[in-house]
């Protein structure tokens, strides 16, 4: 480096100066140095001349260690927010201002509560409380409202800083995974509606805790809150003090010891209201490898009416077990010209390695994609390292450590270029998305199983948008009115409607959409032979957390011949 003025270098120049300060400083009273002292004033000099050539080697590191601290932070496709105590914005990158729609600097000085749904303010209210009262790492889940009209929903991780004046929060977008989730919901309210009738409950129970979880409908069987103790004294307890002596000796003797599958019909007093009703248990044990029982897992089933009316009731024993969990996200950074990689912990056991194996997975970093998935991956990559996508985004599967495959969410972005736009650097994420993936799948299964179910009912089952437009009848309805699935959809479901019901049919709907309540009515239907019967209509709403309808599931059941039979008792 030179500078400007006298072509020096900047060593030169400085050395120039120094000698001219010795020069006009006065001459020091020495007397002549010996051997001894010169040689040991050189060994001072060169070890001073050491130490400064370290400090500068160091300063040269910490700079470029902190421009690449800059560039990851402005680069991250996660949001970074630095936080007051009052929630006041100080700083962010691109990303997290990409998160709330504004420019940063328009959201400096502003309030993040500003941006959360009102929905999800109790959450995020909590979350930021607990930063600064526990000092210690916090999440949440929240849905944000980005300038003031575009949802999304994100994860939150919070800490305070060591000054406890300030907070950094870091934000991941979980849309698609929140969407999986209602989506599930939905399917599983479905179930459930269709199931609820025989009133089944699931529970599971833990040997080594003693402890048992439920479920609602199963709390409801029971009649108790989430007060009641759960184990397994607080089990008898529910049950028929005539039957307590009958259960436990069971348990014990089928179950724990002869490893018997659990099936047992018994009675219990609910707790609610006192009254006796008959149940059905039925469950499968866990057992450690010494024959221990550890686990019980089941449905318990209110047959009441089937005992009181010895009549057969069709059993079912559904359980449905999905867990989605936070986004876990690992970071990456590579050097595409050397190669190098950079893993964070996360990333690290994603694919089943440990921190300190980084070099292991930088060496087969190339052999982890799934061979089916490679041509995918490489085309999205190609298409970002070309400039035609601003994100590098594909869902993929990478091998871990032990040759298993996990789905993972790849997200990275170019951040350096050099002079002929080659790119020189990229950083991303992984996020382990296997359970979603098998979330969707379940889905999948779980709205054919919801037709196949819907298709061997003897009633017509129906279901509608919110504003009564029909999108689903199953074939016992066109069997009936004779109109196909076209002609039904839309509005085209009230056409069977006897002209004298149609009015008063439109009434009770309206008036159940407007309370958020059950629809029930009794109107005559046209088949398609031209002929009018009896028909007794349901309907109840699926609801978001907000209590916004989304959809009307319901059934039509004949009741001619009932009508029939009660207007010959009312003339006889």
């Known amino acids: ?92 990158n691109p990303s997290g201002a990409g998160f709330l729609g504004k420019k940063r600097t328009d959201l400096v000085n502003s309030h993040f509560r500003d941006f959360i749904a009102s929905g999800s303010l109790p959450v995020y209210d909590d979350f930021f409380r607990k930063i600064f009262g526990t000092g210690t790492r916090q999440t949440c889940e929240v849905r944000l ?11 939150l991780e919070g800490i305070a800083v060591a000054d406890e004046h300030n907070c950094m929060v870091s934000a991941l977008d979980i849309s698609e995974r929140k969407s999986v989730e209602d989506a599930l919901q939905v399917s599983e309210f479905f179930f459930r509606e269709s199931q609820r009738a025989a009133f089944i409950g699931s529970y599971e129970t833990d040997f080594i805790s003693g402890f048992w979880k439920s479920s609602e409908v199963l709390d409801q069987i029971f009649g108790i809150d989430q007060n009641w103790v759960r184990n397994i004294a607080g089990w008898l ?25 659990f099936r047992k019909e018994y009675r219990i007093i609910r707790k609610s209201d ?8 039925l469950g499968k044990a866990g057992y450690d490898s010494a024959g221990n029982i550890i686990s019980l897992i089941g449905t318990i089933q209110d047959i009441t009416e089937r005992r009181r009316a010895e009549e057969a009731l069709k059993e079912s024993e559904k359980r449905l077990s999905f867990a989605m969990e936070g986004a876990n996200d690992g970071l990456w950074d590579v050097n595409m010209k050397t190669g190098a990689l950079f893993l964070s912990p996360r990333g690290c056991e994603i694919l089943g390695y440990m921190p300190e194996e980084l070099d292991v997975i930088a060496s087969v970093w190339s052999d982890l994609v799934n061979p089916e998935d490679m041509p995918l991956t490489m085309e999205r990559l190609n298409a970002h390292l070309e400039g035609h996508s601003d994100i590098f985004h594909v869902e993929q599967r990478l091998k871990t450590k032990s040759g298993q495959f996990k789905w993972v969410l790849t997200r990275g972005k170019i951040v350096e270029r050099d002079g002929h736009d080659n790119p020189l650097r990229m950083v991303g994420t992984h996020t382990d998305i296997t359970e979603r993936k098998l979330a969707e799948e379940a889905l999948v299964l779980r709205e054919e199983e919801f037709r196949m179910l819907a298709e061997s009912m003897p009633q017509i089952v129906w279901i509608t948008r919110a504003d009564g437009w029909n999108i689903y009848f199953n074939q016992r309805w066109v069997d009936y009115t004779g109109l196909s699935l076209e002609e039904s959809s839309g509005a085209g479901w009230n056409k069977p409607f006897h002209p004298d019901d149609r009015q008063r049919a439109w009434d009770a709907w309206e008036a159940a959409v407007k309370g958020l309540g059950t629809y029930s009515i009794e109107c005559r239907l046209q088949s398609k032979d031209g002929t009018y019967r009896w028909w007794l209509i349901r309907g109840v709403p699926i609801t978001d957390e907000q209590g916004t309808i ?5 059934t039509c059941t004949d009741i001619e011949d009932i009508k029939k039979s009660a207007e010959k008792l009312n003339t006889s």
Request: charge should be negative; avoid cysteine; charged fraction near 30%.
């Open 1 to 92: 480096m030179k500078t400007e003025k006298t072509g020096l270098t900047e060593n030169a120049s400085l050395r120039q100066k120094a000698e001219e300060i010795i020069r006009n400083r006065p001459p020091a009273k020495t007397g002549p140095l010996t051997e001894t002292d010169t040689l040991k004033l050189m060994h001072e000099l060169e070890v001073l001349q050491l130490e400064l050539e370290m400090q500068s080697d160091m300063l040269q590191q910490a700079v470029e260690n902190a421009a690449l601290a800059v560039a990851s932070y402005n680069n991250d496709p996660l949001g970074y927010f630095t936080l007051s105590r009052d929630g006041t914005i100080g700083e962010l």
């Open 145 to 155: 409202i980005a300038d003031h009209h575009t949802s999304s929903y994100i994860y």
């Open 237 to 261: 307890d529910i049950t028929h003090p005539e039957d307590r002596e009958m259960m436990d000796r069971y348990l014990k003797e089928e179950v724990m010891a002869k490893k018997m599958p």
């Open 274 to 281: 006192g009254e006796t009703r008959w149940v059905m248990g």
């Open 550 to 554: 989304l959809k009307w599931f319901g």
